[in-house]
């Protein structure tokens, strides 16, 4: 039920804000750079880039990290404008789940 899904993704959200070494990520030129936690050895999951405005600009992509833990995603195929990052990924047994707003210029 949409109840249950709702809760665990805010139980999600939750662990990612009480990590001492949270996810962040910053636009590097035409890549945005993922820095996955240091301490997690096996990262999996997903990046959403959802554009509101118009869901055919949505992408999607499986998490793959480097040996430094973090992922490099090209912007050269993505419009400018707004943005929602979701970060749905899963390290050892616990789930995760971070968002924010992001302005491609």
Same mark, same amino acid.
Request: proline share 4%.
């Given at each position: 039920?949409?109840?249950?899904?709702?809760?665990? *993704? @805010?139980?999600?959200?939750?662990?990612?804000?009480?990590?001492?070494?949270?996810?962040?990520?910053?636009?590097?030129?035409?890549?945005?750079? $993922?820095? $996955?936690?240091?301490?997690?050895?096996?990262? /999996? !999951? +997903? @990046? &959403? $880039? #959802?554009?509101? %405005?118009?869901?055919? =600009? %949505?992408?999607? /992509?499986? @998490? =793959?990290? +480097?040996?430094?833990? &973090?992922?490099? &995603?090209? &912007?050269?195929? $993505?419009? *400018?404008?707004? #943005?929602?990052?979701?970060?749905?990924?899963?390290? !050892?047994?616990?789930? #995760?789940?971070?968002?924010?707003?992001? @302005?491609?210029?």
């Amino acid at each position: 039920p949409q109840e249950v899904r709702y809760q665990e *993704k @805010i139980e999600k959200m939750n662990r990612s804000r009480a990590r001492v070494q949270p996810l962040h990520w910053q636009q590097e030129g035409e890549q945005m750079v $993922f820095y $996955f936690p240091k301490d997690m050895k096996v990262v /999996t !999951g +997903s @990046i &959403l $880039f #959802y554009r509101p %405005d118009n869901e055919k =600009q %949505d992408r999607r /992509t499986a @998490i =793959q990290v +480097s040996d430094q833990n &973090l992922q490099q &995603l090209s &912007l050269r195929d $993505f419009r *400018k404008g707004r #943005y929602r990052v979701e970060v749905d990924w899963q390290a !050892g047994e616990n789930s #995760y789940f971070d968002s924010a707003e992001l @302005i491609l210029q």
